[in-house]
């Protein structure tokens, strides 16, 4: 499986972005799910938001639920973040992962993902 963000880069504070991921080799079923994570300098990974490939769950951290929005393709294995009323704060490098398979609730640390994109930078400035 190889995982491959893409959309980021700069936006002033109060902008707009949507990153793309896409994993080739990963199946589409109910149990894999998507995730974005994001590290800023000198900080640890954090979650920012997961979605299950049934779309029956998602879920956002606190510091960017209202303004951030996951989805998922239907019919490819495609994830976005929209993040909108972006925040100074909110850059960082952004990661995508995927987990092949997981029971219950979706995972919120990066231990429960299985396959990591290279990360794509998102820079807010004021």
């Known amino acids: 499986v190889q995982v491959a963000e893409s959309g980021g880069g700069s936006v002033q504070a109060g902008g707009s972005m949507r990153l793309s991921c896409t994993a080739s080799?990963?199946?589409?079923?109910?149990?894999?799910?998507a995730a974005w994570f994001r590290q800023a300098p000198g900080k640890e990974r954090e979650f920012v938001a997961g979605?299950?490939?049934?779309?029956?769950?998602?879920q956002y951290a606190e510091s960017v639920a209202g303004r951030f929005t996951i989805s998922r393709a239907s019919a490819k294995w495609t994830a976005y973040l929209q993040m909108n009323a972006l925040r100074v704060e909110d850059t960082a490098v952004y990661y995508c992962?995927?987990?092949?398979?997981?029971?219950?609730?979706?995972?919120?640390?990066?231990?429960?993902?299985?396959?990591w994109g290279q990360g794509t930078q998102v820079t807010v400035s004021s």
């Open positions: 992962a995927t987990a092949s398979h997981f029971i219950g609730t979706l995972p919120r640390t990066p231990a429960g993902y299985n396959y």
């Open positions: 080799g990963q199946p589409l079923m109910p149990d894999v799910a």
């Open positions: 979605i299950s490939w049934s779309g029956d769950d998602a």
